[in-house]
T-cell receptor
């Protein structure tokens, strides 16, 4: 199946700093990618839809100024958590779709201290 | 909006069969998925079924779909300790690649 690579796998940052997470589709082009967040012992919740060459579409309740998404090419989307706070600590996962399937990255565990 | 529900926890003995159930609300779902998440790891696609199918079998895994009741199940035959993980049911709505997940069922396999 298709491969989606997410980097980094884990990151620890200080409160107030920004963190960038990359999501790459390695063997296919993805005009649309998705970013999910998983709180402890909860399901994955869609944060936003990343569209190549245009603005991302955010789900209700997700602060677009805090979670900046850039989808500059057909194989790369980035999520930047700006001015991170401890409550932003979570597991973030991206996905990209092939025909009828959704392929997920490995996920990034963000810990803000 | 779409909603996917599944039970939180299932415990089985090694060698027994496990059945994880899921219900969904979106009648326009095209694909229904089962993902496995091991501790600290990302999601692994186990199997998926098209909405026009009733059953799909893949080695130890059997997926049953009841479209009328919007009920999906995953049966794992001869469950092993390595099957211990959280299993997410998910659905993809027609014409769109957004996936809606259930809360995940934690499967505990007792040796």
């Amino acid at each position: 199946g298709a491969v989606v690579s997410q980097h980094p796998s884990w990151v620890i940052c200080k409160s107030g700093t920004s963190v960038k997470i990359e999501c790459r589709s390695l063997d296919f082009q993805a005009t649309t990618m998705f970013w999910y967040r998983q709180f402890p012992k909860q399901s994955l919740m869609l944060m936003a839809t990343s569209n190549e060459g245009s603005k991302a579409t955010y789900e209700q309740g997700v602060e677009k100024d805090k979670f900046l998404i850039n989808h500059a090419s057909l194989t790369l989307s980035t999520l930047t958590v700006t001015s991170a706070h401890p409550e932003d600590s979570s597991f973030y996962i991206c996905s990209a779709g092939g025909t009828g399937e959704a392929f997920f990255g490995q996920g990034t565990r963000l810990t803000v201290v | 909006g779409e909603d996917v529900e599944q039970s939180l926890f299932l415990s089985v003995r090694e060698g027994d069969s496990s059945v994880i159930n899921c219900t969904y609300t979106d009648s326009s779902s095209t694909y229904l998925y089962w993902y496995k998440q091991e501790p600290g790891a990302g999601l692994q696609l186990l199997t998926y079924i098209f909405s026009n199918m009733d059953m799909k079998q893949d080695q130890r895994l059997t997926v049953l779909l009841n479209k009328k009741d919007k009920h999906l199940s995953l049966r794992i035959a001869d469950t092993q300790t390595g099957d211990s993980a959280i299993y997410f049911c998910a659905e993809m709505e027609r014409g769109y690649q957004k996936v809606t997940f259930g809360i995940g069922t934690k499967l505990q396999v007792i040796p």
